[in-house]
């Protein structure tokens, strides 16, 4: 969250985050929140990487590791 919020506001992204998080950086002009409706948006993820990149192992490494944990429910 902490490298989203300083790349939101110099660059030309969307991005979701929980609304605790995006009203403070509203507050202070640092993003704008549109008004989407996005429940059960994310009942899917997909991860996208480059084929060379040299931290792939380890991501997929760590991908398959969180699949394996029970799902937090907090």
Do not use: K, N, Y
């Amino acid at each position: 969250m902490s490298l989203m919020l300083e790349l939101l506001p110099v660059s030309t992204h969307v991005a979701l985050m929980p609304a605790s998080i995006a009203r403070p950086a509203a507050l202070r002009g640092e993003l704008t929140i549109l008004p989407l409706q996005v429940d059960d948006l994310l009942s899917e993820t997909r991860c996208f990487w480059r084929g060379d990149d040299p931290t792939l192992a380890l991501f997929r490494a760590c991908l398959a590791r969180a699949a394996d944990q029970p799902r937090f429910s907090g």
